[in-house]
C-alpha cells in the first residue's frame, strides 16, 4: 500500500472557515467525498505512469546477450520487425489498482495499492521489487510523491465542488 495523506495540523482556522460556511462539525461531510475523488484521480494518473503511449519493450536485460555483437544483433533485429516479442500487455495490475479514503485524527488519508497478489514485485518498494522490474516499473509510492503537489491542487477543487453540492442543498 501506498498513502497520500492530507494533515490538517496548523490549518485549523482553513478548517474553521470552511466549518462557518456550512455549519459546524461539518467539514468531514464534505471532506471525505472530496477524498473520494481524488483517490479516482490517484489511479487515473497511476495508470497513465504505469501504461504510457508505447509498446512493451520487446527484450529485457536478464543476463542475455553475453557480448555486444549479440545485442547489436538483438536490437537490429527488432528495429527491423525480424524479431517480434511474445510479451503482450494484459492490464491486469491497472484494472487491480484500488484505493481506501478515510479519516484518521485530523488527516485524511488515501490508501493505495492493488488487489493482485504479484502487485508488490512490479509496483513495491525498491526492497520489495524483483529484479525483472527494478528500473522498469515505478513503485507506487513514488508516483504518489511525484505527484503530491497535483494531487493536492485537486483535492482542494474536488474540496470545493462538495462544498458548492452541500450548499446547494441547504437552499432547497
Excluded: C
Excluded at 545485442?71 to 487491480?96: C, D, H, N, Q, V
Amino acid at each position: 500500500m501506498a498513502d497520500f495523506g492530507l494533515d490538517l495540523t496548523g490549518l485549523e482556522d482553513a478548517v474553521q472557515a470552511v466549518q462557518d460556511i456550512i455549519g459546524s462539525g461539518k467539514f468531514a461531510e464534505v471532506a471525505l467525498p472530496a477524498l473520494e475523488g481524488t483517490g479516482e484521480f490517484i489511479l487515473a494518473q497511476t495508470v497513465d505512469k504505469f501504461y504510457p503511449e508505447k509498446e512493451a519493450p520487446p527484450w529485457r536485460d536478464v543476463g542475455m546477450p553475453v557480448s555486444a555483437k549479440q545485442r547489436r544483433w538483438i536490437f537490429y533485429a527488432i528495429k527491423s520487425g525480424k524479431l517480434k516479442s511474445p510479451y503482450k500487455r494484459t492490464g491486469e495490475l491497472g484494472r487491480a489498482l484500488a484505493f481506501k479514503a478515510f479519516q484518521e485524527g485530523d488527516r485524511f488519508i488515501i490508501e493505495t495499492g492493488a488487489n493482485w497478489e504479484k502487485a508488490s514485485a512490479v509496483i513495491g518498494t525498491e526492497d520489495e521489487q524483483s529484479p525483472l522490474h527494478k528500473g522498469r516499473w515505478i513503485p507506487l509510492q513514488d508516483i504518489i510523491d511525484d505527484s503530491a503537489e497535483d494531487i493536492g491542487n485537486f483535492y482542494i477543487q474536488q474540496l470545493a465542488v462538495e462544498i458548492e453540492k452541500h450548499l446547494a442543498g441547504l437552499d432547497s
